[in-house]
């Protein structure tokens, strides 16, 4: 099997060293969690742990309360977080594959719906005031939760990969099974907040974020429905995006001003991204 993937440039802004010193943790907007920069090819891969990108909601477990990355708090119900330690942990709230809405509705509301909340999963990745690289954070996590036999909160499972061929195997199996990507984490890394190279991502397509400006009418079969929606990206870049909506979304579209994941496939050079497809409505942290 031959895949292809287009990859980056290795422009590493951060020094080995610098990975491996220890954070220092202010809790203000929101915690300090580590963001993966994209993977590239000329990394050391023999280096690096792989685990499955998780869809789910980025969750800082901070001894008390779930805490999201923007500094919001999911209020779970009492009996989920009751066998959780005292200690920091970074992970997701996630459900399953393509779940993405159905957690939102689960893990958003003031007031916990018990029914909801079975249904939801806290995946384990890392212990951030833990000490040493991410591997003695994995043997450390392994250990935190021994006596944590409820069925909701789980470790992530890290596996190594041996080329960067198998990695793309690993990556479209994955894919095809609904999944979103593969993270790499650097064995050695310390945890620091911010983006660096002791954490990629690796997706076969681009995910990104644009605000809603505007709804434009649809024709033929989609007449008296929403047609498309224009956008504004981070970057000021003004676009429209057609595609990905069911009929649903086009009677009831994503409200203007809101905040909506697409996917793309590189851009013009104008800027622009090439074949932009509605994801979702990206919930406000």
């Known amino acids: 099997m031959q895949l292809s993937y287009r990859l980056l440039p290795a422009v590493i802004a951060l020094s080995l060293s610098a990975v491996t010193v220890s954070p220092v943790f202010a809790l203000e907007a929101g915690p300090p969690i580590v963001l ?21 909601a980025r969750a800082w477990w901070d001894g008390e309360k779930f805490v999201s990355r923007g500094g919001g708090v999911y ?5 989920f977080v009751a066998n959780l330690p005292n200690e920091v942990l970074d992970g997701e709230l996630w459900i399953g594959r ?9 893990i958003r509301d003031q007031v916990p719906d018990d029914a909801a909340w079975r249904t939801v999963k806290f995946m384990v990745f ?3 005031k833990a000490t040493g690289g991410f591997s003695d954070r994995q043997a450390h996590i392994e250990t935190l939760l021994h006596s944590v036999s409820d069925p909701w909160v789980e470790q992530v499972s890290q596996t190594r990969v041996t080329s960067h061929d198998d990695l793309l195997i690993q990556l479209d199996r994955i894919t095809k099974q609904g999944g979103e990507g593969l993270m790499l984490r650097r064995e050695d890394a310390g945890y620091i907040g911010g983006r ?3 954490l990629l991502k690796l997706k076969l397509h681009t995910d990104a974020e644009a605000r809603v400006l505007a709804h434009l009418p649809g024709k033929g079969k ?3 429905m929403m047609g498309s929606i224009l956008v504004e990206d981070s970057a000021g870049v003004r676009f429209k995006i057609g595609s990905g909506f069911t009929d649903d979304d086009r009677q009831n579209p994503p409200a203007v001003g809101s905040l909506v994941t697409y996917r793309y496939q590189g851009t013009t050079r104008s800027g622009k991204p090439r074949f932009a497809r509605y994801l979702r409505i990206r919930p406000e942290e």
């Open 98 to 106: 393509n779940q993405f809405q159905q957690l939102m509705q689960a």
């Open 126 to 128: 890392d212990a951030p």
């Open 36 to 56: 993966a920069e994209r993977y590239h090819a000329d990394i050391e891969l023999s280096r690096y742990w792989v685990s499955e990108k998780y869809d789910g």
């Open 196 to 198: 660096h190279y002791g």
């Open 222 to 224: 989609y007449v008296n």
């Open 75 to 79: 209020r779970a119900p009492d009996w």
